[in-house]
């Protein structure tokens, strides 16, 4: 067994990498920069992880948000991996614990928000460390095309020119070609290996049903014959996370909100509750869910339509991350994609943000009015080639895919396509 297979089965337990992780893992030990796109449960933390141990240095983290890397930290320190998290959260002491943990070399992945990733006094400390990999998590945020821009990203170039010999690796699981080629730019990659594996869940069952009136009856009728199991309603506005929940608390389904209104303190017991089992339901506005380490989610359920088919792919992906057969239905009317669009011609300041808006919005409720199979316009969207039928999606299967008011027998599996790998440009998978 050599090193790689020796690291990954002793500190994770695995006996063998998901597809791409060992050739992404051996590009990047090779000094090679790598995007990789992997679908949510392939794997993308083991991608840095690995080669964080591999030798004496620092591996930096640039993550999004606090709770992802707390829960990332908690994790990898569980394991015995030396892992620590510089953010606005820690004290005075924390932070000097940390800073002298650096300097003893007894810190072997550091995870960092954006903004500290590129503050002065921060890179000058880290020039002084040997920094051997750098890593992007929800790297589509850089993207002005991805579906959740934040302008901090657009600065981690800076990295790149204060650390020109060091290997950088941007990892997402939602990117479509031009979001991947933007991100490459963007972060000033070096001719990259550019890994995409499939999009296709073949275990998620997709299902869209009319918000008309008596929608909540059917989600309420849904919940309650889904007892046991666990999942996520995902609405709007925090607003329509707080009535949801209460409302099926009083018709008989436990259920919590969550959405960044909240204190932090309630946030962490809401998610805390939620991955224990003790409530089954969050209802949710898209605050929750990244990073959300629960493999057994059992259904996820759009209340309201997203903006775009990322955000619905990303967030229905968290269902049946253990491969378990799940559940993803969304509520769609006329009226929602109308609000949407006002929205973007209100809210967004140049013609060119309201035009990709636009744009993408569109695509969501095609995928949302189709009558073909669901799985193939999605993953179409994504750049892959799928055929159907895939008996997974109720134009596929309607009566093998359990409607939002009753319980019925799953049948029919996804036929996933095999595609082809080349070096340097793009790797792609289709099953």
């Known amino acids: 067994m050599d090193r790689l297979n020796l690291i990954l089965q002793r500190y994770f337990g695995h006996s063998a990498f998901n597809p791409y992780q060992r050739e992404i893992i051996e590009d990047l030990l090779a000094g090679r920069d790598v995007l990789a796109v992997l679908a949510t449960g392939g794997g993308k933390s083991l991608c840095y992880q690995v ?32 892992a620590e998290a510089l953010n606005s959260s820690g004290s005075y002491a924390t932070t000097r614990r940390i800073l002298s943990e650096l300097e003893e070399g007894l810190v072997q992945i550091l995870y960092v928000s954006p903004e500290k990733a590129v503050d002065d006094d921060f890179l000058d400390l880290m020039a002084s460390l040997p920094v051997t990999l750098i890593a992007v998590d929800e790297a589509h945020c850089i993207s002005m095309w991805g579906h959740q821009f934040r302008p901090e990203y657009r600065s981690l170039r800076l990295l790149k020119e204060r650390f020109p010999g060091v290997p950088m690796v941007a990892l997402t699981a939602t990117a479509t070609p031009d979001v991947r080629d933007d991100i490459a730019r963007q972060l000033d990659l070096a001719d990259p290996s550019v890994y995409v594996g499939s999009f296709n869940r073949d275990n998620l069952r997709y299902t869209v049903v009319p918000k008309e009136e008596g929608a909540y009856e059917r989600l309420r009728a849904y919940l309650r014959g889904h007892r046991k199991d666990s999942g996520i309603v995902y609405v709007g506005t925090r607003e329509g996370a707080e009535t949801l929940a209460a409302r099926l608390r009083a018709g008989g389904v436990s259920a919590l909100p969550y959405h ?80 949407l669009r006002s929205f973007i011609d209100r809210d967004l300041p140049s013609e060119f943000q309201r035009e990709v808006a636009r744009s993408k919005l569109q695509s969501m409720a095609d995928y949302c009015t189709t009558t ?33 008011g009753r319980e019925e027998s799953r049948t029919g599996t996804a036929r996933p396509r095999s595609g082809r790998r080349k070096r340097g440009a793009a790797r792609s998978a289709s099953g």
Do not use: W
Request: proline content about 6%; some cysteine.
């Open 51 to 82: 080669p964080g141990l591999m030798g004496d240095g620092v591996t930096l983290v640039i993550s999004p948000l606090i709770a992802l890397m707390k829960d990332q930290v908690d994790d990898l320190q569980a394991r015995g991996i030396g």
């Open 260 to 339: 960044a209104g909240m204190t932090a303190a309630a946030r962490a017991e809401t998610q805390d509750r939620f991955i224990s089992g003790k409530v089954p339901v969050v209802c949710a506005t898209s605050a929750f869910g990244m990073g959300i380490d629960k493999p057994d989610v059992r259904f996820v359920v759009h209340y309201d339509m997203p903006k775009t088919l990322e955000a619905y792919y990303q967030e229905s992906g968290r269902a049946g991350r253990d491969g378990g057969e799940s559940d993803c239905i969304l509520f769609y009317n006329d009226d929602t994609a109308r609000r």
């Open 372 to 404: 073909e199979c669901r799985r193939e316009r999605l993953l179409e969207y994504f750049g892959e080639c799928f055929k159907a039928p895939c008996g997974g999606c109720d134009a596929c299967a309607p009566s093998g895919i359990p409607a939002a």
